[in-house]
């Protein structure tokens, strides 16, 4: 009998290599998470980006762990409404998503809230920051950054101490979100600054035209105005602004830093965004580096954002070894996660746990110069 020879034996291998790679490909299980936003919009595709490399990331992790589990995104333009959402939700509960990334805005997340509930599927909100949200007794929503809540009680603080302002004047438009936060800020300003004269006018969500807006706040002579319209509002909000003479401080939020102004320096604008950037960390500069090789642009705040809302997410999922949402809710409860920003935790309502902000003003380029609440800054032991 002929002793096999070496060229045989490593064929043999190859062939057992060959077989068991085809058997634990077979028995991979690929469960799929939601994403929902205005799918049009560049700074949606920012975040849905983001959100993908945390996908990534993810599946990486179960190869390493030899997880069966394979996460995918399935992404819906809700385009920016209500009802789509809705339908979005129910097509959702058809497709067994395990948990969704986002909705987008408050309205959407406070209109789907009960179809997830009942469904039992949670979502992790990134941009939708209503505390009406995680307030309703539900068990299924979460949030990577602060609400209105807190976020109303840092724009006071701001527009009162570190702005100097006497006579502050509130631009809101008419969606849930912005509501919600232009009265938390307003009674937050009524209470630890009732010599601060007050003034608001409301415009339309979808609106450019912020010519009247500015007139009221001239009329009201107002030393600084609080923008907490939308996004896509900002720039049209600044152009007006610039137009109308007006010498107010201005104080954006909802992602303004992301917009490319000029270059030379304007230090009246100022911006109060969501967390605390942890550039210098070794995380972050890989996820950033990642994000430029592969879409070839710089990344968003959102682009962070979505980032840690998926990546949370993944781990509760890959942590249970399942695709049931309800185990992965009660696994996000419990988490303490590593993310971009430091780390994530939630309160037993879904809210993010100490939640904190900086302020940016121009000076040729959005430089940070405070952040909230006081004591919170950079340079923070990475993870």
């Known amino acids: 009998m002929r002793r096999p020879d070496s060229m045989s034996i490593l064929a043999i291998s190859l062939l057992l290599c060959s077989l068991a790679a085809s058997a634990w490909s077979e028995n991979l299980t690929t469960i799929t998470l939601g994403f929902t936003g205005r799918l049009s919009e560049p700074i949606t595709q920012s975040a849905l980006q983001g959100a993908q490399l945390a996908i990534d990331d993810a599946n990486a992790m179960a190869i390493r762990r030899r997880s069966p589990l394979r996460l995918q995104l399935l992404p819906q333009d809700d385009h920016g409404n209500e009802n789509f959402a809705i339908n979005i939700a129910r097509y959702y509960i058809k497709e067994n998503v395990a948990g969704v990334v986002g909705p987008w805005s408050s309205d ?109 706040a001239m009329q009201h002579d107002a030393d600084v105005i609080v923008f907490l319209a939308l996004y896509p509002q900002a720039r049209a909000f600044i152009d007006a602004a610039r137009r109308s003479g007006s010498k107010a401080r201005i104080l954006l939020t909802g992602g303004a830093s992301n917009l490319e102004l000029a270059s030379q320096p304007e230090p009246r604008l100022h911006v109060l965004e ?87 003003r121009h000076d040729g380029r959005w430089q940070p110069v405070e952040f909230f609440p006081a004591g919170s800054g950079r340079h923070e032991p990475c993870v």
């Open 108 to 216: 959407a997340a406070l209109a789907t809230a009960a179809i997830y509930e009942n469904a039992g599927i949670p979502q992790i909100g990134f941009t939708a920051t209503s505390s009406q949200w995680t307030s309703m007794g539900h068990r299924m929503p979460f949030r990577v950054v602060g609400g209105t809540q807190e976020l109303s009680s840092a724009l006071a603080e701001v527009a009162s101490r570190s702005l100097a302002g006497q006579r502050v004047f509130v631009i809101q438009n008419d969606s849930a979100y912005s509501t919600a936060l232009a009265d938390a800020v307003m009674e937050r300003l009524a209470t630890t600054a009732p010599a601060i004269a007050l003034g608001r006018i409301q415009v339309a969500r979808r609106t450019t035209d912020f010519h009247v807006a500015m007139q009221a």
């Open 274 to 360: 969501f967390e605390i950037a942890r550039d210098y960390c070794p995380q972050w500069k890989r996820v950033a580096q990642a994000y430029r090789s592969r879409f070839d642009t710089a990344p968003t705040t959102y682009s962070f954002y979505a980032y840690d809302a998926a990546s949370v997410l993944g781990a509760a999922i890959l942590q249970t070894g399942s695709g049931d949402g309800r185990r992965i809710a009660v696994a996000l409860h419990q988490l303490r996660h590593p993310g971009l920003h430091g780390p994530i935790s939630f309160a037993p309502n879904g809210a993010r746990a100490n939640p904190r902000y900086t302020l940016f």
